[in-house]
């Protein structure tokens, strides 16, 4: 059993920058991939940006190539989602996953395990 719960989200003006942060508890989280999803008002749950179990392999969005960047700390049981220069179209709820595999997915149904979520508001 693995649970998560994200933090770091907040208000914040276009074109800056947000750190958020999924903190995972369970021993198996290091051998379980990682993912973000966002769902912003009325839009269905999308995919954001995936790392794999041991951090080697990432895989973003094209939304969001080049402005965010994955990565997990399994020491800390931690995985981040650190954003740049963020845009009004950010705006959403972030989640972070875990899925009983290596290799993060961009479908959703393939995770096993969700966090509450953490709002994003980026005002223009």
């Known amino acids: 059993q693995v649970q998560l719960v994200e933090s770091g989200g907040g208000l914040v003006q276009a074109g800056g920058s947000l750190r958020l942060v999924c903190a995972a508890s369970?021993?198996?989280?290091?051998?379980?991939?990682m993912g973000w999803f966002r769902q912003a008002p009325g839009k269905e749950r999308e995919f954001v940006a995936g790392?794999?179990?041991?951090?080697?392999?990432?895989n973003y969005a094209d939304s969001v190539k080049g402005r965010f960047t994955i990565s997990r700390d399994n020491d800390k049981n931690t995985g981040n989602l650190q954003m740049f220069s963020l845009k009004p179209e950010d705006t959403a709820v972030y989640f972070c996953?875990?899925?009983?595999?290596?290799?993060?997915?961009?479908?959703?149904?393939?995770?096993?395990?969700w966090g509450q979520g953490t709002q994003v508001t980026v005002s223009s």
């Open positions: 369970g021993r198996m989280f290091s051998s379980y991939a």
């Open positions: 996953a875990a899925a009983n595999r290596g290799w993060p997915s961009k479908t959703r149904n393939e995770y096993d395990y």
């Open positions: 790392v794999s179990w041991n951090g080697a392999m990432t």
